[in-house]
């Protein structure tokens, strides 16, 4: 049976309204309010619907690994009502301070535990850094290929087929396996679980491992550093424009949006 691992990133929700954000400049930590739970990266989830596509055709195993300082359990055992197999939490308080480099060596570690692993699945990027660095990161430390970007993931028996998003349209791409692969949104929604689907996934196994069972510094050895985190601020005014019929109305917002360049 083909082995394949979805990386999936716990994040504060993308959805969150602007206004509910605060930056804490000391810390450069993003601060929400403690009743809005975070939710799965929806670009990992990608990932995810791909390996289930992929379940759908053949008999596979779908592992999924999070890695985070404090997880919130409900969220990140989601992917097991959807339909993956077992899930590994990687767990620790350093792991809160990690960066991209630091967090693709340590999931990297533990697909090293798991053995035989044939396909490797991320999002194109997290949806709060949107730095898209960690799937290549994986496939750098593993020393496997990858491919990003895919619309369409298919596993043979000693290679995967990937339809390749490209400004253009898509090309289609081979690797041997095991191979990382970057999805995009092309490859569809994550599908959703029925209460059947949520009752079992009790069953199915979680790991819980910590920076010490993989093997890694107790420090953060990253590679890049936040130098300042900031929210964006949009300056807006309202302007009415006035007029004794509506070709007057009209013919004075054109000249108006000339004389500010907007068209």
């Given amino acids: 049976m083909k082995n394949i691992v979805v990386c999936m990133k716990q994040v504060l929700d993308p959805e969150i309204p602007l206004s509910l954000f605060k930056i804490d400049s000391d810390t450069k930590q993003v601060i929400v309010p403690k009743a809005t739970p975070p939710v799965l990266s929806p670009f990992d989830e990608n990932a995810l619907e791909a390996a289930l596509k992929i379940k759908d055709t053949k008999p ?31 767990e620790d308080e350093i ?70 998003v490209t400004p253009e349209g898509y090309e289609v791409v081979e690797a041997p396996t095991p191979v990382v692969v970057t999805t995009s949104y092309e490859v569809g929604a994550l599908r959703e679980p029925g209460v059947e689907a949520f009752m079992s996934a009790g069953k199915k196994p979680v790991t819980i491992l910590n920076a010490q069972a993989l093997g890694l510094s107790t420090g953060n050895d990253g590679r890049t550093s936040f130098i300042k985190m900031s929210r964006t601020t949009h300056d807006s005014r309202c302007e009415m424009i006035d007029g004794s019929t509506p070709e007057e109305k009209a013919g004075k917002l054109v000249a108006k949006l000339q004389e500010i360049k907007a068209i």
């Fill in 60 to 90: 596979v195993n779908i592992t999924v690994i999070s890695l985070g300082k404090k997880l919130t359990r409900v969220v990140v055992k989601a992917p097991l009502a959807a339909g993956a197999d077992r899930l590994i939490l990687l």
């Fill in 95 to 164: 792991f809160g301070d990690f960066d991209t480099f630091t967090t693709a060596n340590a999931l990297a570690a533990a697909i090293k535990m798991l053995g035989q692993v044939d396909l490797i699945l991320c999002g194109i990027q997290a949806a709060d850094t949107n730095a898209g660095q960690v799937g290549i990161g994986i496939a750098s430390n593993l020393g496997i290929p990858c491919i990003t970007y895919a619309g369409k993931v298919e596993l043979n028996e000693d290679k995967v087929r990937v339809r390749k």
